[in-house]
C-alpha cells in the first residue's frame, strides 16, 4: 500500500514543479474530441515545445495546493488536460485558442500566467497576442521608421537640387 501512495505523492511533486516552473500552463477540457483530434492537437503543441498532459484532478489539486494555486481548484472539474509551456508563454494560448475555434469540443477552462492564476478571459485575450518574433518585429519596424524617413528626405532633397541644377 505504501508504494502507491509514494507513486502518488512522487505525482504530485511532479506536477507542482511543472506548476511553478511553467512560463505558461492552460487548463482544458477536452472531452469530446476524438483520438485523430487529440493527436493532432499534441502534435501541434510538441512542435511549439509545449507539454501537454493528463492528470487526476485530485492529484492537480494538491499539487496547487503545494504551490498555492488553490483558485485553480474550481476548474478542476471532469476530464481535465494541461499544457505546460516553459519557454513561450503565449503558445500555449494561441495554440489552444486557435484548435478551440475549429473544434469546439474543446473548451479552455482557466490558466496559470507566470505563477499567477489567470481567468479565461485572460487567457483568450493572451491568445490574441502577437508572437515573441512578431512584437520584436513590430518593435524593430517602429525603430527604424526615423531612420527609414530621414533617409527618405534625404534622397528626395539630393533629387530636388539635382533637379534645379541641371
Sequence with gaps: MSAIIEKKQQLV???????QESQSTIVVDY??????EVTELRKQLREAGVDFKV??????RRAAAETGLTELDEQLVGPTAIAFSNDDVIAPAKILNNFAKDHEALELKAGVIEGRVASLEEV???AELPSR???LGMLLSVMQA?????ALATKAVAEQKE???A
Design 133 to 135: 518574433d512578431g512584437l
Design 31 to 36: 472531452r469530446g474530441l476524438d483520438v485523430s
Design 124 to 126: 483568450k485575450a493572451l
Design 55 to 60: 492528470y487526476k484532478n485530485s492529484m492537480v
Design 146 to 150: 526615423p531612420i527609414r524617413n530621414f
Design 13 to 19: 511533486g511532479e506536477i507542482a514543479t511543472k506548476l
Design 163 to 165: 533637379e534645379q541644377g
